[in-house]
T-cell receptor, first 114, second 117 residues
Framework: DVKVTQSSRYLVKRTGEKVFLECVQD?????MFWYRQDPGLGLRLIYF???????EKGDIPEGYSVSREKKERFSLILESASTNQTSMYLC?????????????FGQGTRLTVV | AQKVTQAQTEISVVEKEDVTLDCVYE???????LFWYKQPPSGELVFLIR??????QNEISGRYSWNFQKSTSSFNFTITASQVVDSAVYFC??????????????FGGGTRVLVKP
């Protein structure tokens, strides 16, 4: 089974802290994604990566950065956490076979910034 | 720009009732894929179905069925004889090709289904 693992289920951080959310997948997928989930807004794409060291901005990249040094790992970084970044963060991966492949999701990290 | 709209934010039914979730999408692409995902209380999104834009056949999988109508840009999902375990948030999504490598998904806002015993 494909497994996408996010390092934490729950995190509480203080305003201004630098926050790292880690995601690891074990299926050798080329593509990895970070989404943010908020009630009524669904999932919105923050950043994605289609190869090691490659990254592209999604729909809401402001206040975030990412790192992909190894194929299996994709990190989301909040440079200076703010309360409006309190949300559920979901990581996903998919193989590079075009549009017809579903993405596989991690269990999510619920981040609270106080 | 692509857009997916799930007009129903929450639906509450009694067990064994049927429930239909609406999904309307917008895209300028002629080739695209549509997906449904289920998010149970545990949080992880579970893939349910994928449908490409050239295949308008309805599909049935157990108690689940999907009705794709390109003419109305809709991809609706029906749960027949609902069960308590169907309680979850359901997301409709549309994929967009990116450089022929992989896909980005545009999600609707989700519909929370509550099935009461």
């Amino acid at each position: 089974d494909v497994k996408v693992t996010q390092s934490s289920r729950y995190l509480v951080k203080r305003t201004g802290e630098k926050v790292f959310l880690e995601c690891v997948q074990d299926m050798d997928h080329e593509n990895m994604f970070w989404y943010r989930q908020d009630p009524g807004l669904g999932l919105r794409l923050i950043y994605f990566s289609y190869d090691v060291k490659m990254k592209e901005k999604g729909d809401i990249p402001e206040g975030y950065s990412v790192s992909r040094e190894k194929k299996e790992r994709f990190s989301l970084i909040l440079e200076s956490a703010s309360t409006n970044q309190t949300s559920m963060y979901l990581c996903a991966s998919s193989p590079s076979r075009g549009m017809n492949t579903e993405a596989f999701f991690g269990q999510g990290t619920r981040l609270t910034v106080v | 720009a692509q857009k997916v709209t799930q007009a129903q934010t929450e639906i509450s039914v009694v067990e064994k009732e049927d429930v239909t979730l609406d999904c309307v999408y917008e895209t300028r692409d002629t080739t695209y894929y549509l997906f449904w995902y289920k998010q149970p209380p545990s949080g992880e999104l579970v893939f349910l179905i994928r449908r490409n834009s050239f295949d308008e056949q309805n599909e049935i999988s157990g108690r689940y069925s999907w009705n794709f109508q390109k003419s109305t840009s809709s991809f609706n999902f029906t749960i027949t004889a609902s069960q308590v375990v169907d309680s979850a948030v359901y997301f409709c999504a549309l994929s967009e090709a990116y450089r022929a490598a992989g896909n980005k998904l545009t999600f609707g806002g989700g519909t929370r289904v509550l099935v009461k015993p």
